[in-house]
């Protein structure tokens, strides 16, 4: 192992807690929240069978106005919010305060475009078949459309790892806050790109692993 590793183990490991803690909230956010969001802006589109033109355009501009946020400036905007919610606006769980926002928001988006790639014919099939509405759902639009909704998740993660780079803006850590604190502000290169060298291999991690899953449960 290099000396600067050797060195720095303590706080590169710490770092790498601190970013699964942060992607962690945000992937909870995504599927806990985003994903019924997602499925509701479906359902309530014009021709689907919740049909609501006001919630619709409701939900669809509050997820485009969060989603048109620079996250910097989401991040910055939300510390009164965040504040109120932890009791701080600094440190590692106030970081995934704006994360899980953000993530709830672009998950949403991608939910909401996998499920409208489901054929129409499925869900007038259900419906024809006496299904309700959660029927429908949780059996027929969810089963064609799981593959999709697993690469969304997947792609939706490594945008997390990203956004979580940011976060030492409120000492949010993490292993990007650590490559800039430790590798560019102290002109040490070298521990800069091996913090690089990790955060390529992780994200390499999920998207193989995204993209497995997707496979294995992609029945069509």
């Known amino acids: 192992m290099p000396e600067v590793l050797i060195q720095y183990e303590a706080a590169i490991w710490q770092a790498i807690g ?3 803690i942060m992607v962690g909230a945000a992937i909870l956010a995504a599927v ?75 998950y949403s988006r991608l939910v909401e475009q996998s499920l409208l790639d489901v054929p129409k014919g499925v869900i007038e099939a259900a419906v024809s078949m006496g299904a309700s509405v959660k029927e429908v759902i949780f059996h027929f639009l969810y089963v064609e459309a799981r593959s999709s909704l697993v690469l969304g998740l997947t792609t939706s993660i490594i945008s997390f790892i990203s956004y979580s780079t940011i976060m ?10 650590f490559a800039i604190r430790y590798g560019y502000q102290q002109f040490k290169t070298d521990l800069m ?7 390529v291999i992780l994200v390499q991690l999920i998207q193989f692993t995204g993209m497995t899953i997707a496979r294995m449960i992609d029945k069509r």
């Open 193 to 199: 790109m091996y913090m690089i060298i990790i955060m």
């Open 32 to 106: 806990l929240v985003g994903l019924p969001v997602g499925t509701f802006l479906f359902l309530c589109r014009k021709g689907q069978l919740m049909e609501n033109r006001l919630v619709f355009s409701s939900l669809n501009l509050l997820v485009n106005i969060t989603r048109s946020f620079p996250f910097l400036l989401l991040v910055v905007f939300l510390i009164p919010f965040t504040r109120w919610i932890v009791g701080t606006a600094i440190g590692t769980a106030a970081a995934t305060i704006p994360l899980a926002i953000i993530a709830i928001a672009h």
């Open 168 to 177: 030492g803006v409120v000492g949010g850590g993490g292993i990007g806050d």
């Open 18 to 20: 601190e970013t699964f």
